[in-house]
């Protein structure tokens, strides 16, 4: 990755050579300290206060100009003015020259929060004089960090990349790390490794992306017990040049701890995500969604028409008349709003004043307009393609042949690892200000599409392989780039990633900078060796309304245990009858927040149903969205029970699912408010203690939802 070096302030404070006894204070806190200590055993540690409890991080070690060097300090100063971020956390840093080579600066950069244990650290190189990151090895030679974990009796690697076929999506994976694994020196892909003994949990995180098992990033464990987070490709490339125009920018990492277990140390990360991981706050709000995308596929598959074949004005104002009526706040119109890729322009055969009229209705319902994309194609007669030539995807010298985007014009791929990343960033930009457009649905970014020489990943002197990993280990920090500069300009974009095929950048680096699009239709017919017509059938099998749909998608709120489910959007399907509605419902208010569907053909009924239940739903869903799950039995079980109870006030909900006909029970596991509603076939007890007894009565299939706290 190229980077313009930033010029940075230190205080007067200055150590010549820090010695083993002297400590440089960074950050004291309510909950924390950090403190440059720069021996051979540590650079930095991390105290938790009310614990005493301290974490010595030992310093990086980098291949420069061919030879190891470990980033031993001199000359260490820290900033004096800490910076204030828009979402209330400070940014601290300290910064020394490397002993073997005094003329490279290494910078520590820290992001803390007022409140949570948890911390944002990354590490820059910079130079005046030129100096080359090598790999005499062959590979990225990159030690990033080394932390103890000696004393925890229950270690685990936590995955957030992890494909299931079966349900066709990402699934949360927590896998047990055992006394052998540190004895055999086990690699491991994380992205999160927490370790506990009850009384004190700690965590450490990097922030990338890519499907499991594919590594860029990798936890060692050493027989001692520490961890160590190496780099294994695409880190960087042979020679990356330091010089003054160009340092080497590490990603970013997490740390924290708790003085208790590890169900604390995931509150305190769930809040951690919720509200200091990113700056573009507006993507962390529990919006509720409709998009289009659903009825286009009916039209091509039920229907036999194209799929823009209702892409109209007329078509889109019914739409919104009746998701309006429902309580959608988000209306997203999917592919085929435009008329060519890249541009980015809309289509005015299908919308003739250009989505003016669709965005004044939106907001004179109180709506907000989102829009589909896909970042990385440009058309063939676009003036995208025709200004950012030299930008187009190649792959061993080949661009390929341009391809058709949705029954829209054909276009070529482009590389987001380039300086078009800032042109298709002036595209939202222009987009969000001309029409009010505030979200953005990204599709289609595979993470190895480009081994160019001429753009930001490599050039002439790497191999075409060196080149295509670097492309797949900057691919995700370009699109948080492209996120970071619209929401700068934009402070109400949200952007969501679609990650609803495998293959795709997928981890806690694009969570810092939005939110992903977890399903679309779920698994195909091939996930389950079901034989289909692959050149003319519908791939989808969980298309219909029913309780299955809701069971695929139900299972990965897993999630919600470590990053809040409402930063993985998932729709549900609102047809009649009653039951499939209350499923949906039910459902999406624990935290997927998306309806997609045929909304002028639902009944009266059903509307005002989910008018009725989406408004109850919006007077507690910031409880909700700030509580982590409890579920009681299996996905697809009876009754299959979701508690979601703010235990600060008792406000949330309880849903029951069930499968079949029949009475059943359950008590809280918190305290309730007692103001609530629910739907028909449900008895409300309250005790003493404040705790709920919920009995229901089953006569299908079908969801009972309980919301405590409404008016």
């Known amino acids: 990755m190229k980077s313009k070096i930033i010029t940075f302030l230190f205080a007067a404070t200055t150590i010549a050579a820090c010695t083993k006894t002297e400590r440089i204070q960074i950050v004291e806190n309510s909950v924390l300290k950090i403190a440059v200590v720069n021996t051979d055993q540590a650079l930095w540690q991390y105290t938790l206060l009310n614990s005493g409890k301290t974490f010595s991080f030992r310093a990086s070690e980098f291949e420069i100009d061919g030879k190891l060097c470990h980033a031993s300090l001199i000359s260490i100063k820290t900033n004096d003015k800490p910076i204030k971020l828009k979402n209330g956390v400070t940014e601290y840093a300290f910064a020394g020259n490397l002993k073997n080579i005094p003329e490279i600066t290494f910078k ?3 992001q803390v929060s007022p409140d949570n244990p948890i911390v944002k650290f990354r590490y820059e190189l910079l130079s005046e004089k030129e100096h080359r990151l090598t790999k005499s090895a062959g590979h990225d030679k990159l030690n990033y960090l080394n932390v103890s974990f000696d004393g925890f009796q229950e270690v685990k690697e936590i995955k957030f990349s992890e494909f299931n076929e079966m349900v066709h999506s990402f699934c949360l994976s927590e896998r047990s790390i055992e006394a052998k694994h540190f004895a055999d020196s086990v690699r491991v892909m994380g992205p999160m490794m927490i370790g506990t003994d009850g009384n004190n949990s700690m965590l450490v995180a990097y922030e990338h992306g890519s499907q499991a098992p594919d ?22 490339y042979q020679d990356y040049l330091l010089s003054k125009d160009h340092s080497f920018q590490t990603i970013w990492f997490e740390t924290g701890a708790v003085a208790g277990d590890e169900n604390l140390l995931a509150a305190n990360y769930r809040a951690f995500m919720l509200k200091y991981m990113s700056q573009n706050l507006e993507s962390r709000k529990p919006y509720i969604f409709y998009n289009t995308w659903n009825f286009q596929e009916r039209n091509k598959h039920w229907y036999k028409k194209p799929y823009l074949a209702d892409m109209t004005l007329e078509r889109m104002l019914k739409e919104i008349e009746a998701a309006h009526q429902m309580g959608i706040e988000i209306f997203v119109i999917d592919a085929g709003w435009f008329e060519k890729t890249g541009d980015w322009q809309p289509s005015l055969k299908r919308f003739p004043d250009g989505l003016k009229t669709i965005s004044k209705t939106l907001k004179a319902n109180g709506m907000k307009l989102g829009l589909w994309f896909n970042p990385t194609v440009a058309a063939v007669s676009s003036n995208m393609l025709k200004n950012n030539r030299e930008c187009v995807r190649t792959m061993n010298g080949s661009e390929g042949k341009p391809f058709p985007i949705w029954e829209t014009e054909e276009s070529y791929g482009m590389c987001l690892v380039s300086p078009y990343r800032d042109a298709f960033a002036n595209e939202l930009i222009r987009l969000n200000k001309e029409l009010g457009v505030t979200y953005f649905k990204w599709d289609a970014i595979g ?23 670097s492309y797949a280990f900057e691919i995700g920090r370009s699109m948080c780039y ?34 992903y699009f977890l399903i679309n239709n779920g698994p195909y017919f091939f996930n389950y060796d079901i034989p289909f017509d692959r050149k003319n059938g519908q791939w989808n099998i969980f298309f219909y309304p029913g309780p299955a749909r809701t069971w695929i998608c139900r299972t990965p709120l897993t999630f919600d245990k470590w990053i809040p489910s409402s930063l993985f959007l998932t729709h549900y399907l609102p047809d009649d009858p009653y039951e499939n509605q209350s499923m949906a419902v039910a459902s999406l208010i624990l935290g997927q927040n998306g309806i997609w569907g045929d909304l002028p053909k639902i009944s009266k009924e059903g509307i005002a149903f989910f008018g009725k239940t989406l408004g109850m739903y919006k007077q507690v869903r910031d409880d909700m969205t700030s509580t982590a799950m409890i579920r009681d039995g299996a996905v697809g079980g009876s009754p299959e029970v979701y508690e979601k109870i703010n235990p600060e006030n008792g406000r949330g909900a309880i849903v029951v699912f069930s499968s079949h006909a029949g009475s059943y029970s359950y008590i809280s596991k918190n305290k309730v408010d007692p103001k609530f509603w629910a739907t028909s076939g449900v008895k409300i007890q309250i005790d003493k203690a404040g705790l709920t007894r919920i009995d229901v009565e089953f006569k299908t299939a079908e969801a009972k939802i309980i919301f405590f706290g409404v008016e």
Do not use: M, W
């Open 215 to 236: 590594k860029f990033v990798e936890f060692c464990l050493k027989p001692d017990k520490s961890i160590t987070v190496d780099a294994v490709k695409g880190n960087y």
């Open 108 to 110: 520590a950069t820290f």
């Open 447 to 469: 993470q190895y599409e480009c081994n160019d020489p001429r753009h930001f990943h490599g050039n002439d002197q790497n191999t075409p392989q060196e080149r295509l990993e």
């Open 482 to 515: 492209v996120v970071d500069r619209l929401a700068k300009e934009c402070p109400d974009a949200i952007v969501d990633f679609d990650i609803t095929e495998g293959g795709r950048t997928v981890g806690l680096n694009f969570l810092s900078s939005g939110k």
